[in-house]
């Protein structure tokens, strides 16, 4: 399996699960609720109750569902060093980068 693909089975897997919780996890955090994904050529269509739909790739699925989780993006960051082997500053500035826009289309 190659790293690629491990990041696309345990992102959608974790998203599918959170998406059928997501009412549930709309009234315990700031998190709009997942109604649905859907995989696309260009990575991943995350439509949201409220209608909204943001697309993400594999590791921006892997990331929104770790977010959904509870987990912090130092926890993050270090399961995508020890999965990609990519160096730890330039994965926490990409995610950094990433959860900022989430904020700002007022996902989290």
């Given at each position: ?8 089975v345990i992102g959608v897997v974790g998203l599918m ?25 260009n990575g991943y269509n ?63």
């Amino acid at each position: 399996m190659t790293r690629r693909t491990f990041l696309k089975v345990i992102g959608v897997v974790g998203l599918m699960g959170i998406a059928l919780k997501g009412n549930a996890l709309a009234q315990t955090s700031n998190y709009k609720s997942i109604h649905y994904i859907e995989e696309t050529t260009n990575g991943y269509n995350v439509i949201f109750s409220d209608g909204s739909i943001m697309n993400v790739n594999e590791t921006g699925l892997y990331v929104l569902g770790r977010l959904k989780e509870g987990a912090s993006i130092n926890q993050i960051v270090n399961e995508l060093c020890e999965i990609t082997k990519k160096d730890p500053k330039t994965i926490g500035e990409d995610i950094e980068v990433f959860v900022d826009n989430l904020r700002v289309l007022k996902i989290i």
